[in-house]
C-alpha cells in the first residue's frame, strides 16, 4: 500500500492492521473493553475513503449515542484531513428517522411526523387503560410500556401478537387490546415511538423492495459499534440493507446516488459489514439486545472474518485486573486474555460515607484534589445505576462550585413548561397530533375547560375530521362569544406558525426561535408567567428562555435546519447532552451512558446491594450477570483513576434505608483497593449504630487489615467530612430545582 494508507495503520498494533486493512464480505472483530475497537472502526473509515474504495456517502456508521457519533465524525475527519460530507455517522434512531422523514409519504405519514419518547408513550397508555377501564385488571403504562417495547424490537405488531395470544386469557386479551389502541391512536397521531423508529423502517423495507433498493444501493460499507448491544429489529435493519439487490430491481428502478458496479447477472452485491463488539459489555438485554447476533454471526454471514485484540491501551493494571477479577464470576462466557502496557498505576480507592450526602462529599473533595493536581474537570466522570443518586451530588456540586453536566439527563425537557413549548411546536409541525394540541389547548389559561375540549373531540369524531379542523370550525358549535372567541384565536396562531413553518424548496427554512417566539408572545404564555407573583413561576420564565436560547443556538449551529430538525434533535438527542460540550465540567451519567466512553478518572458511586446489582435484577433470569457487566463497563471506562464509593444509608423514594456493601466490591481482589473509610469503619455520627458487615469473607469489611493507614482517623480532614455533620446539608426544594443546565451556570457564575 501507498505511504498515505501507511499512516492509518502507523500506531496499530498488527491484529487493529489487519482488522483496518481487511476487505471482504464481513467482519467481525470481538475485543475486551479498551482494546481499540472503536479506533479500529476509525481507521477503517477512513481507510476506505482515502483509498477510493468508497465515497463518503457510501458509509452507514452506527455508534451507539449521539455523542460517540460526533467524535467518530470527527476523528475521521482528522484522519482524512478533509470534511467527510454525505457520510452517515449516527445511532440506529437517527438513521432511521432519517430514512422514514424522506419515505414516510409512501405509507401514509407526514414527513413531520412526531417521535413519541418514553414518556410520551406511558401517557399515552395511562389514557388508553384508563379510557378502556382495564385498570383493574393490573394492567399499568409502566408494565404494558415495556411489553409492548419488547414486541416491537422481537418485530412483533398487534396482529401477529393477536395471532399467539390466548384468547380465553382475560389478561392477554386486555393486554391486546391496549396494544391495539395504542398502535391505532399512535397512526392516528401520525407518531412513532422509538422502537417504531427502527421496527417501520425494516417493514418499510420487507414490503417495498424498491425503497430497500435506494439504501442497499446506497452503502457500500456498513460498520457498528457496540454489537453486543443490537436487538432483534436492529439486527434485521442491518441484515436487510446489506442483501444484494436482486437484477429485477436493478433493472426497473432508477438511483439517485453514486453508482455502484452491476455483477454479471444484474445485481448488486451486498454491502460489506463490520461490527465490533464485547459480550462482556452486553448491558441491554432487559430492552431485548440479543447476544446471540454476535455469536451467530459467523453463521449469519458465512466466510465473515474474525479478528481478536488483546491488548487495552485505556487502564492501567490495577484497573483491568479489578475489571477481570469482577467479570470472570460470570459463567458461560468466553475467557478472555485482556493486558495492557501502561504499568500497574495507582490503587483503586474505596470510601463509604455515612449517607448519600457523605459520599457526595467525598467525592467533591477527590475532584477539587484531582483539579489542583492538572486533571481538567473534563477528564472526570461519576457514574451511578440510578437518576436519583443525582441529587446529593448536584446539590454539592453546586455548593462547591465545580463545574458539572448531566449526561443523558433529560431533566430540562421532562418539565411542564418545556413540556408545553415543545408539545405548541409539535402542533405546529404536525397538525395530526391531537395530543400534543390538546396539551396546550388551555395552557396559558384561556377559558377552554374540559367540556368544551370533549366537544371539539365528539364534534371531531362525528365529521370524521381532526382536532384541529374541529377547531377551525368552532362558530359551528354553539359556544359564548368568549370561548369561540378563544378557539378562533389560537387555532389562528397556530395556523400563522404553521405558515411560517413551511418554507419552499430551495429557501432557508424559517428559524425555530422565531417561530416559538412568535408562539410564545401571541399567546402570553412569556408574559403570563413573568407577570406571575408566584417564584415558581419566575423559574419557569427562566426555563422557557432558556429553551428560546436553545433553538437561538440551533439555528445558529444548522442554518439549513428547520422546525422538524429541531424537533427530531430533541426527541433524539438527549438533554443537554451536546450543550457545552467542549468546556470544562465533570460529566455525570448512568453506567449505561458511560459504554464507549473514557475519562482520566472515574467515581463508581453507590455500590450497594439492590442499587449495584439494582434489586429488580434479582427476579431476571440472567439479572445479576448482566449488573456484573455494567459494573466491568464502568471499571473499564477509567484510565488512571478509579473511585468505588458507597454509602451506609440512602435516602430513596422519600425513606432513609440501611444499605449493604455490593456484592461485586468482594470479588475485587483486596489488596488492589486502598480504603480511605471502609464499610466497617464508618463511625456513626448521629447516634446510629453502624451495622456490622464483617461478616463477607475477605470484604470491604472483613478487617483483613487492608485499609489504608487514613481510614483509622475519621477525623483527617482529607477523608472528606470537611462540613461535619451530614445533618448539615439542608434538602434542597425539590419541585424548585432549575435545570441541572442553568445550575452549574450560575455555579460558573459565583465562581
Ligand atoms: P470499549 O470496549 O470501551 O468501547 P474500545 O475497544 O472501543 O473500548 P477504544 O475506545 O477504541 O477501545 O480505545 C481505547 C483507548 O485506547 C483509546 O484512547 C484509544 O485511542 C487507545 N488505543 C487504541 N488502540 C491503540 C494503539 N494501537 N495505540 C495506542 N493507543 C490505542
Ligand atoms: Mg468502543
Not at 443518586?389 to 433529560?410: H, K, M, N, S
Not at 463497563?633 to 483513576?641: D, F, L, N, P, Q
Not at 483527617?716 to 425539590?734: D, N
Request: charged share 25%; hydrophobic share 40%.
Amino acid at each position: 500500500s501507498d505511504s498515505s494508507s501507511d499512516d492509518l495503520l502507523a500506531g496499530l498494533n498488527p491484529e487493529q492492521a489487519r482488522a483496518v486493512e481487511y476487505r471482504g464480505p464481513a467482519l467481525l472483530i470481538v475485543a475486551g473493553a479498551g482494546s481499540g475497537k472503536t479506533r479500529v472502526l476509525t481507521h477503517r473509515i477512513a481507510s476506505l475513503i482515502r483509498s477510493r474504495e468508497a465515497w463518503p456517502s457510501q458509509i452507514l456508521a452506527i455508534t451507539f449515542t449521539n455523542k460517540a457519533a460526533a467524535e467518530m465524525r470527527e476523528r475521521v475527519e482528522q484522519l482524512l484531513g478533509q470534511a467527510a460530507e454525505g457520510m452517515w455517522i449516527s445511532t440506529f434512531h437517527s438513521a432511521c428517522v432519517r430514512i422514514l422523514r424522506r419515505e414516510a409519504e409512501r405509507f401514509g405519514y407526514v414527513k413531520s411526523f412526531t417521535i413519541y419518547d418514553s414518556a410520551d408513550s406511558r401517557a399515552l397508555l395511562k389514557r388508553i387503560i384508563k379510557d378502556l377501564d382495564l385498570d383493574h385488571l393490573g394492567l399499568t403504562p409502566a408494565g404494558t410500556a415495556s411489553r409492548i417495547s419488547k414486541l416491537k424490537n422481537e418485530l412483533t405488531d398487534v396482529d401477529a401478537f393477536a395471532r399467539s395470544a390466548s384468547a380465553n386469557d382475560p389478561r392477554e386479551q386486555a393486554f391486546l387490546e391496549v396494544f391495539r389502541r395504542y398502535s391505532k391512536e399512535l397512526a392516528r397521531a401520525h407518531a412513532f415511538d422509538f422502537d417504531d423508529l427502527i421496527g417501520q423502517v425494516v417493514f418499510l423495507f420487507r414490503a417495498f423492495p424498491e425503497v430497500a433498493a435506494l439504501y442497499q444501493r446506497r452503502f457500500r460499507h456498513i460498520l457498528v459499534d457496540e454489537y453486543q448491544d443490537t436487538n432483534h429489529a436492529q439486527y434485521a435493519l442491518i441484515r436487510e440493507l446489506t442483501r444484494p439487490v436482486e437484477p429485477e430491481v436493478v433493472a426497473a428502478a432508477t438511483f439517485e446516488y453514486a453508482p455502484r458496479e452491476v455483477a454479471e447477472d444484474g445485481s448488486i452485491p451486498g454491502a460489506g459489514l463490520t461490527v465490533v463488539g464485547d459480550s462482556d459489555q452486553s448491558i441491554y438485554a432487559f430492552r431485548g439486545a440479543d447476544i446471540r447476533n454476535i455469536t451467530e454471526f459467523e453463521r449469519d454471514y458465512p466466510g465473515a472474518e474474525v479478528v481478536m485484540l488483546e491488548q487495552n491501551y485505556r487502564s492501567t493494571q490495577n484497573i483491568l485486573s479489578a475489571a477481570n477479577a469482577v467479570i470472570s464470576n460470570n459463567f458461560d462466557r468466553k475467557a478472555k486474555n485482556l493486558w495492557t502496557g501502561l504499568g500497574e498505576g495507582e490503587k483503586i480507592v474505596g470510601f463509604t460515607g455515612y449517607s448519600g450526602h457523605d459520599e457526595a462529599r467525598f467525592i467533591a473533595d477527590e475532584i477539587e484534589d484531582l483539579h489542583r493536581d492538572g486533571v481538567g474537570y473534563k477528564d472526570m466522570a461519576v457514574f451511578y445505576r440510578t437518576n436519583a443518586q443525582t441529587r446529593a451530588l448536584e446539590e454539592i456540586f453546586i455548593r462547591e462550585a465545580i463545574p458539572y453536566r448531566v449526561l443523558g439527563g433529560t431533566k430540562f425537557y421532562e418539565r411542564a413548561e418545556i413540556k408545553d413549548a415543545i408539545a405548541y411546536l409539535i402542533t405546529v409541525a404536525n397538525p395530526f397530533d391531537e395530543y400534543a394540541l390538546r396539551r396546550i389547548l388551555n395552557s396559558p389559561k384561556r377559558g377552554i375547560g374540559p367540556m368544551t375540549e370533549a366537544q371539539l373531540a365528539a364534534f371531531a369524531e362525528g365529521q370524521e375530521i381532526s382536532f384541529r379542523d374541529a377547531m377551525r370550525r368552532a362558530a359551528e358549535l354553539g359556544y359564548g362569544p368568549k370561548v369561540r372567541g378563544s378557539i378562533l384565536t389560537l387555532s389562528g396562531i397556530l395556523d400563522h406558525a404553521t405558515s411560517m413553518a413551511l418554507t419552499a424548496e430551495g429557501q432557508k427554512p424559517t428559524a425555530v426561535s422565531d417561530i416559538l417566539n412568535y408562539i410564545l408572545t401571541e399567546t402570553g404564555y412569556l408574559d403570563i408567567l413573568r407577570a406571575s407573583k408566584d417564584p415558581q413561576d419566575e423559574a419557569r420564565a427562566e426555563n422557557v428562555d432558556e429553551l428560546l436560547a436553545v433553538t437561538r443556538e440551533f439555528s445558529r449551529n444548522n442554518p439549513e435546519s428547520g422546525l422538524v430538525d429541531f424537533l427530531t434533535e430533541v426527541s433524539l438527542v438527549a438533554a443537554a447532552d451536546d450543550l457545552d460540550d467542549t468546556s470544562g465540567t465533570v460529566s455525570l451519567m448512568t453506567l449505561h451512558t458511560a459504554k464507549g466512553l473514557e475519562y482520566r478518572a472515574v467515581f463508581i458511586t453507590g455500590v450497594e446491594e439492590g442499587l449495584l446489582p439494582h434489586q429488580m435484577s434479582a427476579d431476571e433470569a440472567g439479572g445479576p450477570s448482566e449488573e456484573r457487566r455494567l459494573f466491568y463497563v464502568g471499571i473499564t471506562r477509567a484510565r488512571e483513576k478509579l473511585f468505588l464509593s458507597l454509602a451506609m444509608t440512602r435516602a430513596q423514594y422519600g425513606e432513609i434505608s440501611v444499605a449493604l456493601p455490593s456484592r461485586f466490591l468482594q470479588e475485587i481482589p483486596p489488596e488492589l483497593i486502598s480504603w480511605k473509610q471502609s464499610p466497617g469503619m464508618v463511625t456513626s455520627r448521629e447516634g446510629t449504630q453502624p451495622r456490622a458487615l464483617n461478616a463477607q469473607r475477605g470484604g470491604p469489611g472483613g478487617g483483613h487489615g487492608g485499609y489504608s493507614r487514613r481510614s483509622n482517623e475519621p477525623s483527617s480532614s482529607s477523608v472528606g467530612f470537611r462540613g461535619g455533620s451530614s445533618a448539615a446539608v439542608s434538602e434542597p426544594a425539590s419541585g424548585n430545582m432549575t435545570s441541572s443546565l442553568q445550575k452549574w451556570r450560575e455555579a460558573k457564575r459565583a465562581k
